[in-house]
């Protein structure tokens, strides 16, 4: 089936959009993609409501129709008619994700979804796992896991988007079991969970500090110094010692990284929150049943040159983008939604004690028919 996945990630930076041939299980073609970025005045009415406060009512009307523009404009440059799209995997927005309360919200009106493009939709993916004791991410492991399908493992996928989560895929993770209805993972061939901070607190800082939206390519980083003193006391922080399954709400490290590099000149600061997030990952890699042979870096943060030679060296080996696979490390999350959609209407496992902690492999998602 084609379907279309669509991610409103917790950078606030836009929505990703992209078109997967796929029956839930194999991936048999990965489509066009693109990404439109929220004009600044959405993007504060987003951030505006994280946590749950203010017009969420309204801003999520308003984040449904963009997203139904995106989704236009993707069949539009594909030469693609709605209906040959079977289904659309909407992540929509987190606005507060609490598991340990059995709570997450994404915000995204699946009805008015549907009722806009005349595409069937999926959303709420996050819910019955969370529901029933896991932590309702990451979900991209199972589609990491369809793609590496003849990679060398262990392999490494890390996504640095707003907050960093890592897919570590063993021997036993990949191989004729597929990843059907008998689950994934139960021989201890996969494991997920999120890392610490992606880029969400350098985009902050540089808000602040330079009003830009971020630091593009790490270009200000890398005229900064990186405090390693700082780097060591934040990696005492009691969540890096945690076992996974984990998983963050983007501001989880918001003061306590913010108090670790208050006063600092711009681009150390810049530096120094590059150097955190690639900490949080050696951190996470201590985790890990068996080392990684390669590592992938797929999110935003692979275009953050700091970031990447900060994980070269702290992991003692070479990070490469998911390009060197043939990826799209830009799409990818969309990508995993669309696969996820596909997987959920079928009723297929979409999370699985080593991804999420659920108690055993579930399904979830809401369909909403036209
Ligand atoms: N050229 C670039 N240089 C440096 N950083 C970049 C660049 N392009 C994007 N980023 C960073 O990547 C982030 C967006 O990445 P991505 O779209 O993968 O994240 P997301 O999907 O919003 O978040 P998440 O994966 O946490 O849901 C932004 O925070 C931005 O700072
Ligand atoms: C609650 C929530 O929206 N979490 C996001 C966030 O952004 C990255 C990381 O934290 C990841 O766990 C998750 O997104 C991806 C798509 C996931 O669920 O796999």
């Known amino acids: 089936m084609l379907a279309l996945g669509l991610m409103s990630g917790t950078s606030l930076d836009g929505v990703d959009a992209a078109l997967v041939e796929t029956d ?24 505006a409501i994280l946590g749950g406060v203010g017009d969420v009512a309204g801003v999520e009307r308003d984040l449904t129709l963009f997203h139904a523009e995106v989704v236009k404009r993707l069949l539009r440059e594909a030469g693609v008619d709605a209906a040959q799209v079977g289904l659309i995997g909407f992540h929509g927005h ?31 993916f996050r819910s019955d796992d969370v529901a029933q004791g896991g932590q309702g991410a990451p979900l991209v492991p199972v589609f990491h ?17 707003g907050v960093g989560n890592i897919t570590w895929i063993g021997k036993a993770g990949i191989g004729k079991a597929g990843i059907g209805k ?41 005229t900064g110094r990186m405090n390693t003193g700082k ?49 949080a990952v050696s951190a996470a890699a201590r985790h890990f049943p068996a080392a990684a042979e390669r590592w992938l870096i797929c999110g935003g943060g692979r275009h953050n040159k700091v970031i990447m030679m900060a994980l070269t060296s702290q992991l003692g080996l070479p990070v490469e983008p998911v390009e060197a696979v043939g990826w799209d490390g830009d799409a ?12 959920a209407a079928r009723g297929l496992p979409i999370t699985y004690p080593e991804t999420t902690g659920a108690p055993r492999p579930l399904g979830g998602g809401r369909v909403h028919r036209v």
């Open 182 to 222: 008998a689950g994934i993972g139960a021989d201890g061939g996969l494991l997920a969970f999120d890392t610490g901070p992606g880029n969400a607190l350098i985009d902050d800082w540089m808000l602040r500090h330079t009003g830009k939206a971020l630091d593009d390519g790490g270009s200000l980083a890398a």
């Open 332 to 343: 990818m999350e969309a990508q995993a939604f669309a696969f996820l959609a596909v997987r």
């Open 145 to 161: 896991r369809a793609l590496a399908q003849g990679l060398k493992t262990p392999l490494a996928v890390l996504n640095l988007g």
């Open 94 to 124: 987190t606005i507060a994700h609490r598991p340990e309360e059995r709570r997450t919200w994404q915000i995204g009106d699946g009805a008015l979804l549907a009722a806009a493009t005349g595409i069937t939709v999926v959303n709420e």
């Open 24 to 47: 839930g299980e194999a991936v048999e073609r990965l489509g066009p993609s693109l990404t439109v970025p929220y004009p600044p005045e959405r993007r504060e009415a987003l951030r």
């Open 231 to 279: 780097i060591a006391e934040f990696l005492t922080h009691p969540y890096f010692a945690r076992t996974p399954p984990k998983s963050l709400d983007r501001d989880d490290f918001a003061a306590f990284a913010a108090a670790l590099v208050a006063g600092m000149e711009a681009a150390d600061g810049a530096a120094t929150l590059a150097g955190f997030t690639a900490a």
